[in-house]
């Protein structure tokens, strides 16, 4: 009878347990989170980019995690990129990457990271100080380009 009791018990705490890890990642998926959107065009591009490119981009950043989530989807018109990142600099102005956004195993260029360094009270609030930039073998210093805004 001790050991039914004691397997009970075991199964009883790996419930409480598994239910324990449930709540702590519904909290996570509940967490607010601030969505920046852009359409992306050569001729945002300070010093030119390429002029038949177009593409948009979404940057997710979740509160209180840090996590920036990040897609670049309907990229057209230009050779296949290279790089792509988040930039700091205002429209009309060239600025420092301040966060690479990375393809995902499957090609697109998709994905989270944390990013709690640089998004803590600077992109959120403030998303016209920033811009994504794609990169190519024919524009290295960016083919096309969309600074990001709450509102699009």
Sequence with gaps: MHF???HALLAAAGTFALAGCATIEEEAIDATSDTYKTVLTGANEVGGGDPDGYGRAEISVSDGFGQVCWEIKDVTGIDTPTAAHIHYGRAGTNGPPVFTLERSNEGRWQGC???A????????GNPADFYVNVHNAAYPNGAIRGQLS???
């Design 4 to 6: 039914k009791l004691h």
């Design 113 to 115: 990271k944390d990013g």
């Design 117 to 124: 360094e640089w998004t803590q009270n600077r992109l959120q």
């Design 150 to 152: 709450d509102n699009q």
